[in-house]
Structure formats: structure tokens, C-alpha cells
């Protein structure tokens, strides 16, 4: 079982994270620390086996907790905040158990990469989740680089001290005007939300920012086609058998571009032979 637990507010925890904690045989914990500070908030007494579970230790702890599945116990796998396996332990062991065929499900729970996107102000009909993007400059410049053309809206993590080196060099990839948006301590008493262009946020971040961040980065524009360039392809459809109109209106629809001047373009083309 993942649980997601909260992200920062602890009135954030669901009724059924509460009874999990308190049914389970083991709970397996990114951070065993904060999983008794987190059961102390919560009031919550659990009579479970606690394991660690963290990047360290993963593939020697997941065979013994996939064998407890196996054994009837009720394994519960808790991250320090939101969602296990999202850029967090657990996709090792969702995968094992995927293989050994054990029950395997999560109790939804806060996100912050869907609670950043949701406050961003930026598209979120259709976007990207990239992590955290590698700690050397070159590395990051090259995958951020890889991301100019990406239409989607994109959501990254960062820690505190690299976030003014992230927006520099996103804002040299992207242009300095690309809308975003850096989300600091999400759903915490000193929550923030600083949304303009990135290279004005690098400037913000320049001082120095604390706590846990996330970044929305809106997607590339999206860049209207020449009409012109596209009668081959409503010719194509018309050799097919297709009315010119249907073509016409069938292309326009595609490239997103107005069906009244895509027609004109190929009247005009065929003026023209």
C-alpha cells in the first residue's frame, strides 16, 4: 500500500491515511524520525513494525516487505511528504511487487506537483512532470535545452539553494519571458507563490530562497503554420476522393490554423499553376 501523507499542513492527512497508520503490520518510512513526528501530530497510535525504507537501502529492504506481503501482512510505504515513487522512494518496490503478482494499492494523497500546478496561474489542460533536473550546469543546460519545443507546461523540483542556477539557465533556454511560476513551502504557514517571466524570477532568487520549492514553467508557444505549406497536404486528401471543403476543413482543424485562409492558399496555388 503507498500512502501519500502531507505535504506541509497536516489537516492535509486523509481518514484513511489515519486508519492505515493504525491498522498496519509494517510501515516502511523514508524517515523514520519524521514518521513518529508525524503520528505524534496526527494523535495517531500505530502498533506496526517500522522499517526504513530510502534510496540507500531500497534493494536490500524490498525483497522482505514484498515477502510480508506475501505472508498477509498489511505493508504500508510512506515518503517524508506527498506521493511515494514521485521523485521519492517506492517505484522499486511497486515494480517488485507488479512481478510477484502481490495486491498492491495507493491511498491518493497530497501532490506537490499538482498542488503547484494547480496555483501556478500557468495551463494545466496538459503538462510534464521532469524532476529534478541534474546538479551540474552543463548537464541541466543540455536537458533544459531538450525542452524548448515542449508545448506542454512543465513542472520541476529544485532545492533551495540551486533554484537561482535553475532559473538562470531556463531562462537562457527558454527566453527570459517565459511565464513561470516558483512555489516555496506549499500548503506551510510561509507559503509563496512568485509568478512572472524566468529571468526576473532568477533575479528574486538571486538573495537566496528557503524551504521546499517547485517550479511551473509554461510550454513553448504554440508557433501557427503558413497556410501556404499546407495545400500539398488538403491537395493530397482531394486526390484521395475527398471535397475540397472536407480537406480543407479536416487540415485546418490539425495545423490550427483559420480554414478560410487555408482555402484562399489553395485557390491561390492553384491560380498560380
Not at 486508519?19 to 498496519?24: F, N, P, Q, V, Y
Amino acid at each position: 500500500m503507498l500512502a501519500g501523507t502531507p505535504i506541509g499542513d497536516v489537516e492535509d492527512a486523509s481518514p484513511r491515511l489515519r486508519r492505515l497508520l493504525t491498522e498496519a503490520d509494517v510501515i516502511a518510512a523514508e524517515d523514520t524520525r519524521r514518521l513518529t513526528g508525524l503520528l505524534q501530530r496526527l494523535g495517531v497510535m500505530s502498533r506496526a513494525k517500522v522499517v526504513s525504507y530510502f534510496e540507500g537501502n531500497e534493494a536490500t529492504r524490498t525483497p522482505g516487505l514484498i515477502d510480508a506481503v506475501r505472508e498477509g501482512a498489511t505493508v504500508v510505504l510512506i515518503t517524508d511528504a506527498g506521493m511515494p515513487s514521485v521523485s521519492d522512494p517506492g517505484y522499486r518496490l511497486v515494480s517488485a511487487a507488479v512481478e510477484a503478482g502481490v495486491p498492491l494499492t495507493a491511498a491518493p494523497g497530497p501532490s506537490a506537483v499538482l498542488t503547484a500546478l494547480a496555483v501556478s496561474g500557468l495551463p494545466v489542460d496538459r503538462f510534464c512532470f521532469e524532476g529534478f533536473l541534474p546538479r551540474k550546469k552543463g548537464e541541466r543546460s543540455r536537458r533544459l535545452a531538450e525542452l524548448v519545443d515542449e508545448k506542454r507546461t512543465m513542472v520541476f523540483f529544485e532545492a533551495p539553494h540551486r533554484l537561482a542556477a535553475f532559473l538562470t539557465d531556463a531562462a537562457a533556454a527558454l527566453g527570459e519571458d517565459r511565464p513561470a511560476a516558483v512555489c516555496r513551502e506549499l500548503t506551510k504557514t510561509y507559503e509563496e507563490v512568485r509568478r512572472d517571466g524566468l529571468a526576473a524570477l532568477a533575479r528574486w532568487a538571486a538573495d537566496g530562497v528557503r524551504g521546499e520549492i517547485t517550479i511551473v514553467i509554461s510550454g513553448a508557444a504554440h508557433q501557427a503554420a503558413d497556410p501556404a505549406d499546407l495545400v500539398s497536404d488538403v491537395e493530397g486528401l482531394v486526390a484521395e476522393g475527398q471535397k475540397l471543403k472536407a480537406a480543407v476543413n479536416e487540415v485546418a482543424a490539425r495545423a490550427r490554423v483559420p480554414r478560410n485562409a487555408l482555402y484562399q492558399a489553395v485557390l491561390d496555388s492553384r491560380r498560380e499553376e
